[in-house]
């Protein structure tokens, strides 16, 4: 697409997005959830954009704590945030077009050693503010189109009570690990095809990073400074027995990076008790055309297997991953979506291999309903080399800890979640190890208007 064409169609939704904001507020002041309207589908197997004949309203409250350190292992910041998101969404007119818009915020409520490190603010430390969607949804029979600033987060209905195992499911989605997510300026067209086939497709000229108010292009975001080049891409998600999902997506960023993956879930349940869980997945990554991300070509994959078991109280699970020697695997559009990405780090770096292995334990069965915790370590079997130098890389390990409650739906805080969280990444040199410490608390809390 030529640029002066992009700027046409992107000002063209512009436009079209705001007179639906405008009309939004004017006509509804409780109008409806922007973020759940521009999902396209929500872990659980609803379409997120349901014709709502209502206009509907709510909040996402947000605060967390992160410090990490200490100073010697080459990381120091830490800072105190409250912020989340207000969305709004207009009743379907005529059954086929709805408005809607979030507004995205953190503000700090104490800054430690370099805030704007956390990711948390702005570089500089201070707070963010931002109209992170804005968008019109037209759809029919099942197909739709959400045009201008939206959510991209393509996800399919994980079984039920089996443990989350990637945060994003796709190279593109909302990489919520701080305090707001990415969003996009984009076309995207979503639908079934039939009841176990669903369809993503589109063009996302730009994109919001998590620590800034405004957005830049997708080709800048990966690396390539001074560039103004979107992404095409396109998915399906396929589900042709019970608890067996398989999915498929292409992204290309012109002269940037190019992108396949395939990725399959299973769940077989022989009984009520215990469950049994096998996964695969496969990426490779390029560059292309001019190559301006690197400079010169490059090509990369991974490959992962991922394993758990299930019974009463108790989740257990492993994985491996291996990646190719030709780069490191990017991911600047997601957090994920390989198995092996863990809080400080992500095991995917050229010629790793690496294991994790993990357990979670819900002590609901003890009557401490809401409250779970979960444990893993991630460790190299091969460290790799260095793509550009060919030196050896130096060896990761990480342990992972949550300590997570939800209330109940019976209380007064319905919707809430508290975590507290630690990560210890060690970097072994050879004759040096250097540690990190990374502590979190977050508390999530979801509230409708209506």
Not at 1 to 14: D, E, P, S
Not at 31 to 54: I, M, N, R, V, Y
Not at 65 to 94: E, I, K, N, V
Not at 241 to 266: E, K, M, P
């Amino acid at each position: 697409m030529q640029a002066g064409a992009t700027k046409g169609c992107v000002a063209a939704l512009r436009c079209l997005a705001a007179a639906g904001v405008v009309a939004t507020l004017m006509f509804g002041l409780n109008p409806a959830h922007a973020q759940k309207a521009s999902t396209f589908w929500l872990a659980g197997g609803e379409a997120a954009d349901t014709k709502s004949e209502d206009w509907t309203a709510g909040a996402h409250l947000r605060s967390l704590y992160l410090d990490r350190g200490p100073p010697s292992s080459g990381s120091d910041f830490a800072a105190w945030t409250l912020g989340g998101w207000l969305y709004a969404q207009s009743p379907y007119f005529f059954d086929v077009m709805s408005f809607g818009a979030t507004g995205y915020g953190s503000f700090p409520l104490w800054r430690g050693p370099n805030p704007g490190q956390t990711d948390m603010l702005q570089p500089d430390g201070d707070s963010l503010a931002n109209l992170g969607e804005a968008f019109a949804r037209l759809q029919y029979a099942g197909q739709g189109i959400t045009l201008y600033r939206q959510l991209i987060n393509p996800r399919y209905p994980v079984a039920a009570g089996v443990r989350g195992n990637r945060l994003d499911l796709a190279f593109i989605g909302t990489r919520d690990i701080r305090s707001v997510p990415l969003t996009y300026e984009a076309a995207m067209a979503s639908g079934t095809v039939s009841d176990s086939l669903r369809y993503f497709a589109g063009y996302v000229w730009n994109v919001k990073p998590i620590d800034e108010n405004g957005f830049e292009s997708m080709s800048s975001l990966a690396g390539a400074s001074g560039t103004d080049d979107g992404m095409w891409l396109g998915g399906v998600q396929w589900s042709p027995v019970t608890d067996l999902w398989l999915q498929g997506w292409y992204h290309n960023v012109r002269n940037t990076l190019a992108i396949s993956f395939v990725d399959a879930d299973y769940v077989n349940r022989p009984s009520k008790e215990w469950y049994w869980r096998v996964g695969t997945q496969y990426a490779y990554q390029s560059s292309t055309g001019t190559d301006q991300l690197t400079g010169s070509e490059f090509s990369t994959w991974n490959w992962g297997a991922y394993g758990e078991v299930g019974w009463k109280y108790l989740k257990g699970y492993a994985a491996y991953s291996t990646t190719g020697d030709g780069a490191n695997i990017s991911t600047p559009y997601s957090k994920g979506p390989l198995y092996i990405t863990q809080r400080i780090k992500d095991f995917t770096r050229a010629g790793e291999q690496a294991w994790l292995i993990g357990g979670t334990i819900d002590f609901s069965s003890f009557g401490l309903t809401g409250l779970s915790f979960d444990i893993n370590a991630a460790i190299d079997s091969n460290a790799g080399k260095n793509p550009g130098t060919g030196a050896a890389n130096p060896k990761w390990t990480e342990y992972d800890y949550d300590l997570i409650y939800r209330f109940g739906k019976e209380t007064w805080f319905d919707g809430m979640r508290v975590r507290l969280r630690y990560a210890q990444w060690d970097q072994d040199n050879g004759a040096t190890t250097i540690r990190t410490n990374d502590f979190r608390v977050d508390l999530n809390w979801t509230y409708s208007f209506k």
